[in-house]
């Protein structure tokens, strides 16, 4: 079955950058969406970035400029570039996918991974 497994959380200080991955388990699973989402400590869950098939992207106004998102379909991987980081972006952060696996509709999610910024 598919997983999607995260990597590249960390420690950076404030105005620094850091990139996140995360890779599907399987080519089978044709990824039509990706997203990535950020749970602050004692807060909900909310869309940081989105990228389509086609490449379209959305992006709150939070992160508007700092962060990047990229998928490379044939790898079945996506990409979080975070740029200019504060303090308030510390939390974890999930990406999730949603797609074709043979003829079935399916969506996942990572397992989370911690990124914490010192002021």
């Known amino acids: 079955q598919v997983q999607l497994v995260e990597s590249g959380g960390g420690l950076v200080q404030a105005g620094g950058s850091l990139r996140l991955s995360c890779a599907a388990s399987t080519n089978i699973f044709t990824i039509n969406a990706w997203d990535w989402y950020f749970q602050a400590p004692g807060k909900q869950r909310e869309l940081v970035a989105g990228?389509?098939?086609?490449?379209?992207?959305n992006y709150p106004d939070s992160v508007k400029g700092r962060f990047t998102i990229s998928r490379d379909n044939g790898k079945n991987t996506v990409r979080l570039d975070m740029n200019s980081l504060k303090p308030e972006d510390t939390g974890v952060y999930f990406c999730?996918?949603?797609?074709?696996?043979?003829?079935?509709?399916?969506?996942?999610w990572g397992q989370g991974t911690q990124v914490t910024v010192s002021s």
């Open positions: 990228i389509t098939r086609d490449g379209s992207t």
């Open positions: 999730h996918a949603e797609g074709w696996y043979g003829s079935r509709w399916f969506n996942r």
